[in-house]
DNA sequence: GCAAAAGTGTTTGGATTACACCCATGC
DNA sequence: GCATGGGTGTAATCCAAACACTTTTGC
């Protein structure tokens, strides 16, 4: 006689949200988006953007829907960050968290507070005030996976306008590694990465300006079939 | 007047389950342990132990739980891999659940079923069969991330015996990089890697016995503080 | 002695590092 | 011309791959 372990409505009574670390870079720092909550719980506080899960609706989904109504950009890449269940993090109920993360391209986009929000900011990821519930953890440890995502995979480029320098590429990489490098040197680690070099110059600089590339996704994925081929920033 | 965005009751209608991925090694292969469901949803179909969250315990606990409960092995670490939450994942109703893995070593414990599965196995990560749920996919996904762990952080000593060769460390490695190397390669290559040579061999073998190694967790520890070390193997 | 795996040394080519130097632009 | 960063070449060094060879055990 088969039983069903699940009968009791007891566990049936938790809540889960999504949260949503928006990566940017400027000014040669790696920045997150965080709001200033205009509602209780921990209202008036800086928080990272994030929402209950609708009932019908899967994780990558609800992050999806929250980039979008934070910042009305659709189609970026999400990546699924940790999630966090400890029983008191939510003072309303027990509320688990699954963290996602996006990297964008800052200048895409006009940041503007929503009804849910009295304040937006883009901060470096360095200079983040205390946070409401665990968020400070949240981006900590998300920010650790990022870091791991940038130097193995080719994420770099969301992050970066579509045309960029050699020299903004090495100073995200260095925000990110925490290093600093050589010119020379970085250029001939990079020497693996597919990039399109562009007829095109960087303007309104007072030096001589730089040469501004793009990322060769098309040479990237025909790269990739080759399985001796590893991206390594 | 602050406003309460949570105070809908339908949202705390969701469960959350931990399901513990647990890996092992023997015969030159990683496998992961599997039960045979004793339990409608799902009967008799092989699937990860897993088990709901109890409404007042944090996530790393139910894995511990989880894990003692199916191995009776305590003070293991746990590693968090995924949170999956497809709404149709559960027939019974909105479950999302997180995945973590334990990395243990097969003969330090007798499995036996216990009262909720009818039978329990290890298998080999590449010859396992249809599984219950989206189980295929988790176990997928959480191998993935055991391999960079393995890559980056001394845990391949997790799975194996507290005193090994160095042929059972490559045997290791090249399962769960697929690739074959140089003995004498790869021994070059994990010299960064502090263990403690024992003066004792293997026993029972028909050709000249190894020497026998442990991993020096004291060492590594003093290592860590420099910041120029770094684990890989 | 033979099979089988343990264990070590040498050579070579490619990548990483340190450092030096030249180039283009604005003012 | 000079300040500022863009852009490149060279030599020394380190590291990984390929391969050859010696050693120790059981039978």
Redesign the interface.
């Known amino acids: 006689m088969?039983?069903?372990?699940?009968n009791f409505s007891?566990?049936?009574?938790?809540?889960?949200s999504v949260d949503c670390i928006i990566f940017g870079f400027s000014d040669s720092k790696i920045k997150a988006l965080l709001i200033k909550r205009a509602?209780?719980?921990f209202?008036h506080f800086w928080a990272v953007p994030g929402d209950?899960?609708y009932?019908?609706?899967?994780?990558p989904e609800a992050a999806e829907r929250i980039l979008y109504e934070l910042t009305g950009l659709k189609g970026i890449q999400m990546h699924?960050s940790?999630?966090?269940?400890?029983?008191e993090r939510h003072p309303?109920?027990?509320?688990?968290t699954?963290a996602y993360f996006a990297l964008i391209k800052i200048d895409d986009f006009k940041i503007e507070a929503s009804s849910?929000a009295e304040d937006i900011k883009w901060m470096a990821i360095d200079e983040i005030p205390a946070l409401a519930f665990d968020h400070n953890h949240i981006i900590k440890s998300t920010y650790e996976m990022l870091k791991?995502k940038l130097a193995n995979e080719p994420v770099v480029f969301d992050m970066l306008p579509k045309r960029f320098t050699l020299n903004q590429l090495q100073q995200l990489y260095e925000y990110a590694s925490a290093t600093e490098m050589d010119k020379a040197n970085f250029r001939k680690k990079i020497k693996n990465i597919p990039l399109k070099a562009h007829n095109e110059k960087q303007q309104n600089v007072k030096h001589r300006p730089a040469k501004l590339f793009s990322f060769d996704s098309k040479k990237y994925i025909s790269l990739s079939k080759d399985l001796n081929y590893r991206f390594k920033l």
Chains 1, 2 share one sequence.
Request: hydrophobic share 40%.
């Open positions: 088969p039983m069903y372990r699940i007891e566990f049936f009574t938790s809540a889960f509602m209780e719980p209202n209950l899960v009932p019908k609706e899967d994780l699924q940790q999630s966090f269940g400890n029983p309303q109920g027990r509320v688990i699954v849910w791991i």
